[in-house]
Nanobody
């Protein structure tokens, strides 16, 4: 049974930082592209960042988080992380970890096979 469990969310002031973690189990983690998505109230789920399963772990970001967020993975621990710096109120959302077995990374939610339950990030102004 595949499980993705996010942690690390919380309340932070604008300009602050948070590090989200996602623990994966029940899958061959090193074979999966991993992504982070978010969903704010009343809005559609949107892509945040992804990291490839391939050697070197190429990374991809939505434009609004480039230079502020960093995605990384530790295949030995079956973990993926999202370091979020210089947070803004518009980053407030539930953040989801997702796993995708495709050969290449995607920013399309439907490409992902497994999802976590989400962790709330709230950025106050």
């Amino acid at each position: 049974q595949v499980q993705l469990v996010e942690s690390g969310g919380g309340l932070v002031q604008a300009g602050g930082s948070l590090r989200l973690s996602c623990a994966a189990s029940g899958l061959t983690f090193s074979s999966y592209n991993m992504g982070w998505f978010r969903q704010a109230p009343g809005k559609e789920r949107e892509f945040v960042a992804a990291i490839s399963w391939r050697r070197g772990g190429s990374t991809y970001y939505r434009s609004s988080v480039k230079g502020r967020f960093t995605i990384s993975r530790d295949n030995a621990k079956n973990m993926v992380y999202l370091q979020m710096n210089s947070l803004k109120p518009e980053d407030t959302a539930v953040y989801y970890c997702a796993a995708d077995l495709s050969s290449s990374t995607s920013d399309y939610a439907r490409a992902y096979d497994y999802w976590g339950q989400g962790t709330q990030v709230t950025v106050s102004s």
